[in-house]
């Protein structure tokens, strides 16, 4: 039986039964469900168009599609290990700056940061 009749013949049977009965009798489980670790979700990503030629343009280089080029980006990223920008900025800081004296704002603006802390 293929998994097209199978879920036809579920549909059949829900749309012509009633299960409150069931449902009244059922008890609840609270157990985590772990994800399916090959679970694979969309996210539509908003890019001006100068970045996103560039990423078109690297994708051709490598004979591969943009996506994929963007999802191995992150995989790679993910993976390294190495902190964020942010992070390294945030170290050098705790270095370089005496602890009672807070960064300046033009500081933070010359690198791309805002002055409130995180953000």
């Known amino acids: 039986m293929t998994e097209q009749t199978k879920l036809q013949r579920l549909a059949e049977y829900y749309d012509t039964h009633d299960t409150s009965t069931e449902l009244e009798r059922a008890e609840r489980v609270d157990e985590p469900v772990d994800p399916d670790p090959m679970l694979s979700l969309s996210l539509s990503l908003r890019l001006p168009k100068s970045p996103l ?9 490598e ?4 996506t994929q080029l963007i999802r191995r980006w992150i ?4 993976s390294s290990g190495e902190p964020s920008l942010e992070e390294r900025v945030r170290r050098l800081e705790d270095l370089v700056l005496p602890k009672n004296r807070k ?17």
Not at 53 to 61: C, E, G, L, S, Y
């Open 75 to 78: 995989e790679e990223r993910r």
């Open 53 to 61: 030629d560039w990423v078109h343009t690297q994708a051709r280089t």
């Open 103 to 119: 960064p300046t704002t033009a500081c933070l603006v010359g690198l791309g940061r805002s002055p409130v802390r995180g953000r």
């Open 63 to 66: 004979h591969t599609k943009p």
